[in-house]
């Protein structure tokens, strides 16, 4: 194996990680949880929250796991009582009755305050300072959902420098991506070297199945499959991709304690980046080979766009993650490098522009509509049908395609992203 090949798989195994409950607030009770844990009484009798406005926005509306609540306020109580940051992304993944009891009388006393951190903060931003008496400690997490950039107590630094750093930032661990070079790495890899990407097919498989069980979110992945409504989409492929990664998403935005594994910090996005690849590949019964190559192939697809666009954008994450998941399906339809291209230039040319305005049960709706263009896209893509550099945003280059994508999500949605905020914010 290449040290490129090394710093690849490296990158993959950091950015594809399990996560329980949606990761903005799980964030956030992790960061409080932190801080907590650094007091050496772990009662407080004040909690301060400060959050970019990207972390408010996608954590506001979204259920928190075993609470049966939704928002920020009783995801910081029970990060603050009960989260073990040795679990990071998992930390609410398996509380008790009483733990929950607990969380909740804790926030009956009103000693919470959230509010929007002041100056200027990395998008993704969290700050959580607990007192006790005249005791205090303060964390923030910064660049990533699960990196912890300072610990202070009393005012004084324990570890970290408070400077947000992506992982894939260190210069030990950095690698410079291309499509062509995600795309051969997918395929030239030996399978036992890739074989661990099989896990999400485990997790978010079994998320999607745990949905059609119960009543979770706007019941989309369910409704999708009831036979009244057949008769207008029909029992096809399409309609159960469609309503396995609705489902997934309908239990996890609602809050069903159950983890999934997550893309670039996003449940989401691990989402999209693996059911659609899973349910075509069983259908189409693709090799156990073609299955690790499909789900390699969308997921670093993700990463490799998500390097340029960061982690939180005014961008929906499904845009993105069904990009990852249409190259997958390409691959299994028999598509190579340039069938893969097509359908990555088919996904800018449609998608760019879907606002992300929080998580929240209706994502199950955007993640629906990305991964139906997933398919189209590549259905196109194999009849080399594709949308061409006179139209739009694309280019004649693929990686300059996706980097227009990324300039307007990052860069020129700002203005949008204040303004959602602003909306959400400010409802009667």
């Not at 795309?183 to 998320?207: C, G, H, K, S, W």
């Not at 359908?343 to 879907?354: D, E, R, Y």
């Amino acid at each position: 194996m290449t040290a490129e090949q090394h710093q690849i798989i490296s990158l993959i195994q950091r950015e594809v990680v399990p996560a329980v409950g949606c990761t903005e607030p799980i964030a956030v009770a992790l960061c409080a949880a932190v801080a907590a844990e650094t007091l050496e009484n772990r009662y407080p009798d004040r909690v301060e929250v400060r959050l970019s406005a990207n972390i408010l926005k996608n954590a506001m509306g979204v259920g928190i796991p075993g609470t049966g609540m939704i928002g920020l306020p009783i995801a910081v109580a029970l990060g603050v009582l009960h989260g073990d940051s040795s679990r990071e992304l998992e930390l609410l993944g398996s509380l008790s009755t009483d733990q929950v009891a607990d969380g909740k009388a804790f926030l009956a006393r009103n000693i919470i305050n959230i509010s929007l951190a002041e100056g200027a903060v990395p998008k993704l931003y969290i700050e959580v300072e607990v007192w006790h008496g005249s005791e205090s400690a303060r964390a923030v997490i910064a660049g990533a959902h699960s990196s912890v950039v300072l610990v202070e107590r009393n005012g004084e630094r324990l570890r970290g420098d408070g400077v947000a750093q992506d992982a894939d930032e260190n210069d030990e661990n950095s690698v410079s991506l291309s499509l062509r070079k995600v795309y051969d790495f997918a395929m030239q890899m030996p399978v036992e070297d890739l074989e661990f990407i099989m896990e999400t097919e485990r997790y978010n498989m079994a998320a999607a199945e745990f949905s059609f069980r119960g009543e979770y979110g706007h019941g989309l992945g369910v409704m999708l499959r009831d036979s009244q409504r057949a008769a207008i989409i029909g029992d096809t492929l399409f309609a159960r991709i469609l309503s396995h990664t609705a489902g997934a998403c309908d239990a996890r935005m609602s809050g069903a304690s159950l983890p999934v594994m997550s893309n670039s910090g996003s449940g989401n996005q691990g989402i999209a980046a693996t059911v659609p690849v899973v349910v075509y590949g069983r259908e189409c019964k693709a090799t156990h080979e073609q299955m690790v190559r499909a789900l390699a192939l969308s997921h670093l697809t993700v990463i490799y766009i998500k390097q340029g666009l960061g982690r939180l954008s005014a961008l929906c994450g499904c845009v993105v993650a069904a990009t990852g998941s249409s190259c997958g399906i390409t691959y299994l339809m028999g598509g190579g490098y340039d069938e893969v291209a097509f359908a990555v230039k088919n996904m800018v040319a449609n998608l760019t522009g879907m606002i992300c305005d929080g998580a929240k049960p209706s994502c199950a709706l955007k993640i629906s509509s990305g991964v139906s263009t997933a398919v189209l896209s590549a259905m196109m893509a194999m009849e080399h049908r594709c949308a061409t550099s006179a139209e739009g945003i694309v280019d004649e280059d693929v990686d300059k395609t996706i980097r227009n994508l990324t300039d307007i999500g990052r860069d020129a949605m700002d203005e949008t992203d204040r303004l959602i905020l602003d909306i959400m914010t400010n409802k009667c």
